[in-house]
């Protein structure tokens, strides 16, 4: 639970300031557990744009990584 709530308060600091870093946008995206520290990640992820709230990987909209 403490990682995501790091997680969510590094997107936060990462929206307030998206003018300062050269970056046009910064997504908060969830996936199920990889198994392994360093392992690969998943194909597809699922997009939020709520870093304030316990995410469902039932929310949201999938997007494949590829896509970012």
């Known amino acids: 639970?403490?990682?995501?709530?790091?997680a969510g308060?590094?997107?936060?600091?990462?929206?307030?300031?998206?003018e300062k870093i050269p970056f046009t946008s910064a997504n908060l995206c969830c996936y199920e557990n990889v198994g392994s520290n360093n392992n690969d990640l998943?194909?597809?992820?699922v997009l939020t744009a709520d870093a304030n709230r316990e995410v469902s990987l039932n929310e949201g909209s999938v997007v494949q990584l590829e896509e970012f």
């Open 42 to 45: 998943p194909n597809a992820v």
């Open 1 to 6: 639970m403490e990682r995501r709530k790091i």
């Open 9 to 18: 308060e590094w997107f936060s600091q990462l929206q307030e300031g998206i």
